[in-house]
């Protein structure tokens, strides 16, 4: 019986330190991760090499007058450009292009091909006709569209290229506006049932929503000669909920830090900062 206990012991003994080396084993051959920063190169997408310094001029803004979306975008951009490109920032007034377009629209003078309803016959050489009429103020799109013209007066843009010493100019169209929408949403109800267990149930609901868009345009044009070198559109939105009182200002630059990257990757190289897990 002594010996049978000895060899059940012995056994027992065996068997755990199998267990133990088997245990450390697995702790050995177990994963382990490591998570690397990484930096992903992004090439600009213009080469502006050719210059030295670069002029945030204006735009022609519209949308609603609770936010001045021309100032308040020459100044953002100015700022991101001032810390994130090689370019000098040439400060400048901000330039009403809205009324320069149409002022430029007015003094046009051109000639009008078509009959004249009076006359019945085509306007004399060099006679001037009525301009054509530009909305104001600019409510949408729509209304945008016909301010457009502005971007290719390549005489217009190398007059202010020549005035600054032949930069790089940055200008465009910038709406903001607010937005509604009603429409159906799932919404989670919790609640305790009978036995004081928490409960989530999905209702279907009509909410209301307000909230801003934002459309800018970017138009990036060669002083030197006043062509346009590069164009960029975008569309950001945000809508809250109807018992948000979100201040308008705080939506535009909501929305604008959506947009301010890409617009960053047209003018310089950026970095786009991330983490990599590597397994051990």
């Known amino acids: 019986m002594i010996e049978q206990a000895q060899q059940r012991k012995r056994r027992n003994l065996l068997i755990g330190l199998v267990a133990a080396i088997c245990s450390a084993g697995t702790l050995a051959c177990a994963p382990s991760f490591l998570e690397v920063p990484i930096e992903t190169p992004i090439q600009a997408k213009l080469d502006v090499s050719a210059f030295q310094r670069v002029l945030v001029a204006g735009f022609v803004s519209g949308g609603t007058d609770e936010v001045d979306a021309n100032q308040e975008t020459v100044r953002l951009l100015r700022s991101q450009l001032r810390t994130k490109s090689s370019l000098r920032v040439i400060d400048a007034d901000v330039m009403p ?20 309803p009076n006359s019945g016959g085509p306007a004399a050489p060099g006679q001037a006709v009525a301009a054509q009429i530009l909305p104001m103020p600019i409510k949408d799109e729509k209304d945008m569209e016909p301010y457009e013209r502005l971007f290719a007066n390549t005489a217009y843009w190398k007059q202010i290229g020549e005035e600054y010493q032949n930069p790089l100019i940055v200008t465009g169209s910038v709406l903001f ?17 009978a036995f004081g267990q928490r409960r989530t149930d999905e209702e279907r609901v009509f909410l209301d929503r307000k909230g801003y868009v934002l ?17 960029e559109n975008h569309k950001e939105e945000v809508l809250y909920s109807a018992q948000q009182n979100m201040p308008a200002l705080s939506s535009y630059f909501e929305l604008m830090d959506r947009l301010v990257p890409n617009f960053l990757t047209a003018l310089s190289s950026q970095k786009v900062h991330g983490t990599r897990v590597l397994l051990k």
């Open 177 to 193: 506006m607010e937005r509604t929408s009603s429409n159906m949403v799932t919404r989670q109800n919790e609640r305790l049932d």
């Open 97 to 116: 292009l809205a009324e320069i377009t149409r002022n430029q629209s007015k003094a046009a003078g051109d000639v009008d091909p078509a009959p004249r």
């Open 215 to 231: 459309i800018p345009k970017f138009v990036f044009i060669d002083g030197r000669t006043g062509a346009t070198m590069y164009r």
